[in-house]
Every structure is written in structure tokens, then in C-alpha cells.
């Protein structure tokens, strides 16, 4: 993608760019949620196996 000052990008432009950031930080943020449910479980099998 081009880059240009966003002042100069026509409001079609501006809207396909903030739902391409949208989508990017919304499966990143899922990624992120996965991966700390993940972690979170470990943690509780341990503290499960210890007592």
C-alpha cells in the first residue's frame, strides 16, 4: 500500500485503510487472548498437580 498524508487520502481510501488496521489488531488480539487462556490453564494444571 501507498503511503501518503492521510489528509490527502479521499474518505473511501480512509475507511478500506481503518478496516485493514481493524481486522489486523482483531486477530492479533485474538492470538494474544489464545495464547494466555493457553498459559493460564498450564498454570492451573500446576497448581491442581501441587495440591
Do not use: G, T
Request: aromatic share 4%; no cysteine; net charge neutral.
Amino acid at each position: 500500500m501507498e503511503r501518503k498524508p492521510f489528509e490527502s487520502m479521499p474518505l473511501e481510501e480512509l475507511w478500506q485503510l481503518h478496516s485493514l488496521v481493524n481486522d489486523i489488531l482483531a486477530a492479533r488480539l485474538l492470538a494474544k487472548k489464545d495464547q494466555l487462556e493457553r498459559r493460564l490453564e498450564l498454570l492451573n494444571r500446576e497448581e491442581k498437580a501441587r495440591h
